[in-house]
């Protein structure tokens, strides 16, 4: 229903940041939330952060711990998240996507997702 492409990723050093962009397109009329997951080398899909699209509610996953911060764009169709104080523990292939539902946290609450983009955190 919703095309997103995500942007932004690339290599770091650990204490660097990063700004990840997600641009929607198509049917998002149905969206009510973007979030962000990741997914390391041979580890599950993870939840990052999200924000619900009208309130502009973020909420985040607790490996967090206010290192990151969720935004939006409502007339430009895009999310954004912010990035400091980068570990190399946040080496992933970051994925935005969108769900019908508030709050959801799991994979499976996610019905579209964009192709990631690789950010790599070097020690």
């Known amino acids: 229903q919703v095309q997103l492409v995500e942007s932004g990723g690339g290599l770091v050093q650990a204490g660097g940041s990063l700004r990840l962009s997600c641009a929607a397109s198509?049917?998002?009329?149905?969206?009510?939330?973007m979030g962000w997951f990741r997914q390391a080398p041979w580890k599950e899909r993870e939840f990052v952060a999200a924000i619900t699209w009208s309130g502009g509610d973020p909420y985040y996953a607790n490996f967090v711990k206010g290192r990151f911060t969720i935004s939006r764009d409502n007339a430009k169709n895009t999310v954004y998240l912010q990035m400091n104080s980068l570990i190399p523990e946040d080496t992933a292939v970051y994925y935005c996507a969108v769900s019908p539902r508030p709050f959801g946290r799991a994979v499976r609450d996610f019905l579209s997702w964009g192709p990631g983009t690789q950010v790599t955190v070097s020690s």
């Open positions: 198509g049917r998002t009329f149905s969206t009510y939330t």
